[in-house]
């Protein structure tokens, strides 16, 4: 049952999709044509099925569908709907063929897009300060700066101003792990030390819309 009505949100939200994305400019491949008219027909073995029986063009309708998504010219519904076909086709892929890297590569793309552009820190006394600001007009739960390259060994505060409590999360099987904080209230802050080079997603655990990125170089 649960299963099911998985389903059919996945099926609603790929129909959105598929209403927004197949009006553009590209031509459509036979693999994605066949894909989404089983999503269409709400037939999640037929879609499993021209998954399986195009695993090897898979990963490259994935890749078309992300270049797609990040083109400049489109909506932001008409990118959300491809990123998010890319992601249904990605966990296809991944059920029919053990591989979890293309699911992987669309959910930090995804991430990606509802960033700011990422901006060089600059560190004082190796330190980096990224703020939870109060809520200002439509803008509230968010980061700011919300995507910031840094260097190795140096170390992150988030500092929080808003009248809510946060908890920073690393976000789950995508990028570098290793952030997790107690809830921080209002006036509070905390910091981490970041060791590794790499790209670290995060969230807030409460607030999962509020995303950050910290890219960390050697
Ligand atoms: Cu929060």
Known sequence: MQRKSLWLGFVFAA??????????????????????????????V?????????????????????????????????????????????????DATGDIEPLKTVKMKTFDSKLSPAVRST???????????????????????DNIIIKKGETVRWVNNDKEGHIF?????????????????????????FEKPGEYFYICFIHQRMMGKVTVEE
């Not at 999360?169 to 030390?193: D, L, R, T």
């Open 123 to 145: 560190a004082v006394n190796g330190l980096h300060v990224v703020e939870c600001p109060e809520p200002a007009g439509e803008m509230k739960n968010f980061f700011k700066p």
């Open 46 to 94: 037929k879609a499993a099925s021209v998954i399986d029986a195009n695993k090897d063009k898979v990963p490259g309708e994935i890749k078309a569908l992300l270049d797609e998504a990040a083109a400049p010219g489109l909506s932001k519904e008409e990118a959300d709907g491809k990123y998010y076909l890319a992601e249904l086709m990605a966990k296809h892929y991944k």
């Open 169 to 193: 999360a690393s976000m789950p099987f995508i990028g570098m792990g290793g952030i997790f904080s107690p809830k921080v209230e209002h006036g509070q802050s905390w910091e981490f030390k």
């Open 15 to 44: 129909m959105t999709a598929l209403a927004l994305s197949t009006g553009g400019y590209c031509a459509e491949s036979q693999v994605r044509k066949d894909f989404t008219t089983a999503l269409e027909q709400n037939d999640p």
